[in-house]
């Protein structure tokens, strides 16, 4: 049979988590996380990582399995999850992958985009520019350099609009333009479900969930990693707000409006990145199991 590995995704606070538990028990197998920050054992309130409870519901991999101070990257994902999936389609035919984490969702359904060589020097400048004028300054020069990247990746984390600064300078060509050339062909085929919903709907769920984090202890758990806060794997909504509080520069009541505020960013962000796979297959958010089940079937005996 046909090696097949269900993607799922779609905006934060849609449901994913529980999906694909349901699919896993359903077709009796593991599941692996492409969210990014969920790798890491010391982030488990503010990444929305799935519950002991989930965690005992299926057999889950790719969660805090690292350390914030490990050096860990999409590479090193692509690497591990490849491995990972070529172990576990050993046992099973099927296999699940689920996260918000677009780049690393594609590295494993599609390979890592190849980049020219920049001179470093490029890298060394934004880094100075960025101490000295913010990131804002940054943000502005990608927007006008390559509007597509500006509107789809992590715009508020400074190492990657850096990264896309130095291939737009570096090469005189959009870092978009780098994108999806170059299909890895995988020993596996790829359905993708995506779940979502009306806006409104999607902006509530996140709020109701923010609201949630913080009674189940955002704020403890921030304040014990307000030490590592120079990390890149903090610099992450949820946490870089309520360091600012802790810095006496917002209350507490603002930076937890602007985690809300943030997080509906993000998922604008996810659904523009998300919705570029013309291949995938959207429900909405309360689509009854059965449908999907049914769905994600005929589309396995049609491949």
Known sequence: MTKVLISIVGPT?????ALSIALANYFKTDIISSDSRQFFKEMQIGTAAPTQEELNAAPHHFIHHKSITDDYNVGSFEKEALNKLEKLFKKHDIVIMVGGSGLYVDAVTKGLDDFPEVDS??????KIQYD????????????RLDLETYKTIAIDNPHRVMRALEVCIGTHKPYSSFLNKKKNKRPFKTITI??????????KRINERVDVMMEQGLLEEAKNLYKF????SLNTVGYKELFNFFDGNWTLEFAVSEIKKNSRRFAKRQLTWFKKDEGTIWFDYQTPRDIIIEAVNSKIKAL
């Open 13 to 17: 606070a849609i449901g994913k988590t």
């Open 121 to 126: 020097n490029i890298r060394q400048e934004l």
């Open 132 to 143: 000295n004028e913010g990131l804002k300054s940054l943000q502005d020069q990608l927007k």
């Open 194 to 203: 995506g779940l979502n919903t009306d806006r409104e709907t999607v902006y």
């Open 229 to 232: 806060k120079h990390l890149n």
